[in-house]
């Protein structure tokens, strides 16, 4: 079955059973908990929303979405196997959303946190062509920061 009659099958009897809204939230496993706050919450501004250290989970505010952390070692992180890294990574990368979006700014704000990036560079995204940057966090999962739909200036 392609896109197209997936789409149909989705929306027979009246209309489409899952509703997607957004991003809720996604779990990184982590081998240093202090960096990896020391980085979401000090470097990208992220608050502590949660944290249930008796099972290895602290939960993070991200907009409207939340970045979960669980330690490789806790009860939880002990389900998932091997501990993340370049070799083994969970996942490609994940994009937050960020308006206001100054490309010179932030990529400032990164190096002022010894945070290596990228250029800033035109991507599609959920919402269409707009600015993007690409970093990676203490244990190397790449993060995108996406701006509003729109010209990336210097771009064409």
């Known amino acids: 079955m392609g896109v197209a009659g997936a789409r149909a099958a989705l929306h027979e009897g009246g209309g489409a059973v899952i509703r997607l809204q957004g991003l809720d939230h996604l779990v990184l496993r982590v081998v240093d908990l202090d960096a990896m706050l020391s980085f979401y919450v000090g470097v990208l501004g992220c608050s502590i929303e949660r944290r249930q250290d008796e099972i290895g989970l ?68 959920a919402e269409g062509e707009g600015p993007s940057i690409y970093l990676s966090d203490p244990e190397g999962n790449v993060v995108e920061l996406k701006g509003p739909p729109g010209p990336v200036p210097g771009h064409l």
């Open 58 to 125: 602290v939960q993070l505010r991200a907009g409207q979405a939340l970045i979960d952390l669980v330690p490789v070692d806790g009860k939880l992180g002990c389900m998932g196997g091997a501990a993340p890294g370049r070799e083994g990574r969970n996942m490609d990368h994940f994009c937050l959303r960020v308006e206001p979006f100054d490309g010179d700014a932030i990529r400032a704000h990164l190096a002022a946190h010894g945070v290596d990036s990228g250029p800033t560079e035109s991507r599609y995204g």
